[in-house]
């Protein structure tokens, strides 16, 4: 089975006896549906909804969670989880020379005696399993981003910058990584809004060229108007954010949308739920 080693990922646990009510208060993910083998996206947001933080988060045990993060981002988010401690008996580390590797495709879902085997839940009956543990070479890290691509699953920094987007932007919501019958957690407000009135307008679209696309940051842009941000690519397919709204108008209209100069088409990822907007207001509108 296809595997890479992820060296760019870093391992927290949070244990303790408060530890599931502690980060329930805060995150996005509701753990009361996160069972025992699996690992849910989930985000800890600024108090205006936007994501702060993301992650895969799992249990590791009674009274104990493993939260596997961005290793370049992990020291801050330690730092953020402490202010939010207070008097809480949790206890809150970074495991050193934390190792992850995942592998993917149907013969690598978690049914492994390897108790450290959890089961991605971004990218559904796909197969996707993360281990605790090193592999015997790097894999094949060009065949990981592709299948990531070609899913439809964001990541930040590949994908977005951490801060200005929020969760709906980037399918959290799509893929259970927040939460919408739990109680209150930072930013919820601002989420739950956008949920009931359904007033999410960008989200992450699939992008097919037929020649290499530019480097993450490029706009997409119809008729010299931009619709959305380029992510990451693998070659001819890659990930973006973009307004859907502006997307359909332009769709309706046969315009061309472009990556830089290059001519792209945009999909809605297959296994995601909402659809483009039935009535599209202009291109131009904000």
């Known amino acids: 089975m296809p595997f890479a080693l992820l060296k760019d990922r870093a391992l927290i646990t949070v244990s303790g006896p408060d530890a599931e009510h502690f980060l329930q208060n805060i995150l996005t993910t509701d753990l009361d549906t996160l069972g025992n083998g699996e690992a849910k996206p989930g985000a800890l947001l600024t108090p205006q909804g936007k994501i702060l933080f993301d992650f895969l988060i799992s249990r590791a045990g009674e009274n104990a969670f493993r939260i596997e993060c961005r290793a370049d981002i992990s020291d801050d988010f330690i730092r953020r989880l402490m202010l939010y401690k207070l008097r809480a008996k949790v206890e809150i580390a970074k495991l050193g020379q934390a190792v992850v590797t995942v592998a993917w495709g149907k013969e690598s879902i978690a049914s492994e005696s390897d108790s450290t085997a959890l089961a991605d839940r971004r990218f559904g009956d796909e197969g996707v399993t993360r281990f605790d543990a090193g592999a015997p070479d790097a894999g094949d890290i060009g065949a990981w981003q592709a299948f990531r691509i070609g899913h439809g699953v964001a990541e930040s920094g590949a994908d977005y910058a951490l801060g200005d987007a929020f969760p709906h932007d980037v399918l959290l919501d799509e893929m259970g990584g ?35 696309l530019p480097a993450a940051g490029a706009e997409l842009t119809v008729g010299g108007r931009p619709v959305g941000t380029l992510g990451s690519s693998a070659t001819v397919t890659g990930l973006a954010i973009a307004r859907i709204d ?14 830089g100069d290059i001519p792209v088409t945009l999909t809605i990822p297959s296994w995601a739920k909402f659809g483009f907007p039935q009535e599209t207001p202009g291109v131009e509108e904000a």
Not at 254 to 259: K, V
């Open 178 to 212: 927040v939460g919408f019958k739990k109680g209150c957690y930072v930013g919820q407000e601002v989420v739950s809004r956008m949920q009931h009135r359904g007033t999410a307008r960008r989200r992450v679209l699939i992008v097919e060229a037929g020649l290499p």
């Open 246 to 259: 502006r997307v359909k108008a332009a769709l309706d209209a046969g315009q061309p949308i472009l990556a």
